[in-house]
Nanobody, 119 residues
Framework: QVTLVESGGGLVQPGSSLRLSCAASGRTVSNYVLGWFRQNPEKEREFVAAIAWGPTSSTVADSVKGRFSISRDLRVNIVYLQMNNLKPEDTAVYYC????????????WGQGTQVTVAS
């Protein structure tokens, strides 16, 4: 079992940067892949990025590649989503999620953090 708590959302202007954090807890965190998803009322939930705890292995969605990056700090079990050059279309609730490595189901979710990009 793993528990996820996101933080770092807020209201920012276009072109700004923001870093989201996802604190993961549980005895077997190292067995999970951590990811970020986002959803706004007008779209379906969208995959943003994911990273494994073990040997560095990460992926970022094409829609945000070059602007967003994902990283993790194993010492404190936190996964970060660095978002640069934010655009209004990045406005969404951002969720941290976890899936057991080697599986396809994202079974664990955080409560979400709102990111709003507006002038």
């Amino acid at each position: 079992q793993v528990t996820l708590v996101e933080s770092g959302g807020g209201l920012v202007q276009p072109g700004s940067s923001l870093r989201l954090s996802c604190a993961a807890s549980g005895r077997t965190v190292s067995n999970y892949v951590l990811g970020w998803f986002r959803q706004n009322p007008e779209k379906e939930r969208e995959f943003v990025a994911a990273i494994a705890w073990g040997p560095t292995s990460s992926t970022v969605a094409d829609s945000v590649k070059g602007r967003f990056s994902i990283s993790r700090d194993l010492r404190v079990n936190i996964v970060y989503l660095q978002m640069n050059n934010l655009k209004p279309e990045d406005t969404a609730v951002y969720y941290c999620a976890a899936k057991f490595r080697g599986t396809d189901s994202w079974n664990h979710w955080g409560q979400g953090t709102q990111v709003t990009v507006a002038s």
